[in-house]
C-alpha cells in the first residue's frame, strides 16, 4: 500500500510491545498448514537509493533476547546479500522488531450431503439435507513488524508486517527454517523503487 506526499499510518508498534511483549516471536515463525501473510507500507516520496548502512534499535525485552538475535541476525544477513553494509556508528538506517498475538477463532459450516426421499428413508418423496456441523477452531495469530527509521530524520520511512497462526513449541531446526522463510518474505520487496527525482 502506497500513501501520497509521503503521509503514511504507520501501526503503533511501541503500543504492540508494550502490551504483549516479544514472547510471541518464539512461536511466531512455525506455521500448522497456515499462510505467511505479509503488507508493507512506506513513504513514497522517500528517496531508498541513497540507504547504504544500516543497523538495529535495541529492544527492551530481555526475556526473549535470544529470539530477537536469530531474528536479527537472519535480517543481516539478508540485507547484506541485498547490498547494504551492517555498521556499528552512523548508520543510514535502523530496524525495530516487534512482535504481537492475538486470540482467534475460526467457525465453518459443514454439510453431510443431500438425501433423496425413497424406501431407506420410510417413504417415497422429496429429498433435503442429511444434516450439518458447526465447526469452531480457536488457535493464536502472530504478528511480526519490522520498521524501518531513517537515522538522521528519525522518521519511520518504510514497515512490513507478517502474520500467520501460531504453533507452539517448534524444534530448533524448524524455527530457525522459518525464521529465514519469513524474513525473506518480510524484505522481499525493500527496497522499493525510488521515486524519480
Known amino acids: 500500500m502506497q500513501m501520497e506526499k509521503g503521509k503514511i499510518p504507520m501501526v503503533n508498534t511501541l503500543k504492540i510491545t508494550r502490551v504483549v511483549g516479544l514472547s510471541v516471536l518464539a512461536v511466531l515463525f512455525i506455521s500448522a498448514c497456515s499462510t505467511l501473510k505479509v503488507s508493507e507500507n512506506y513513504d513514497t516520496n522517500y528517496d531508498f537509493s541513497k540507504l547504504k548502512t544500516f543497523n538495529f534499535i535495541p529492544s527492551e525485552d530481555k526475556k526473549n533476547e535470544l529470539t530477537i538475535?536469530?531474528?536479527?541476525?537472519?535480517?543481516?544477513?539478508?540485507?547484506?546479500?541485498?547490498?547494504?553494509?551492517?555498521?556499528?556508528?552512523?548508520?543510514?538506517?535502523?530496524?525495530?522488531?516487534?512482535?504481537?498475538?492475538?486470540?482467534?477463532?475460526?467457525?465453518?459450516?459443514?454439510?453431510?450431503?443431500?438425501?433423496?426421499?425413497?424406501?431407506?428413508?420410510?417413504?417415497?418423496?422429496?429429498?433435503?439435507?442429511?444434516?450439518?456441523?458447526?465447526?469452531?477452531?480457536?488457535?493464536?495469530?502472530?504478528?511480526?513488524?519490522?520498521?524501518?527509521?531513517?537515522?538522521?530524520?528519525?522518521?519511520?520511512?518504510?514497515?512490513?508486517?507478517?502474520?500467520?497462526?501460531?504453533?507452539?513449541?517448534?524444534?530448533?531446526e524448524a524455527r530457525l527454517k522459518s525464521i529465514k522463510n519469513t524474513i525473506t518474505n518480510v524484505i522481499k520487496s525493500f527496497p522499493p523503487a525510488s521515486k524519480n527525482k
Open 69 to 172: 538475535r536469530q531474528v536479527e541476525k537472519e535480517l543481516k544477513s539478508q540485507l547484506v546479500v541485498k547490498g547494504f553494509r551492517f555498521v556499528d556508528a552512523n548508520p543510514d538506517f535502523r530496524i525495530a522488531v516487534y512482535g504481537g498475538s492475538e486470540d482467534k477463532v475460526s467457525v465453518r459450516n459443514t454439510y453431510s450431503g443431500y438425501h433423496y426421499g425413497g424406501w431407506y428413508t420410510g417413504g417415497f418423496g422429496g429429498g433435503g439435507f442429511a444434516g450439518s456441523r458447526v465447526d469452531v477452531y480457536e488457535y493464536k495469530e502472530g504478528t511480526l513488524v519490522l520498521d524501518f527509521y531513517d537515522s538522521k530524520r528519525k522518521e519511520m520511512i518504510f514497515q512490513s508486517i507478517a502474520t500467520k497462526e501460531l504453533l507452539r513449541n517448534p524444534g530448533m
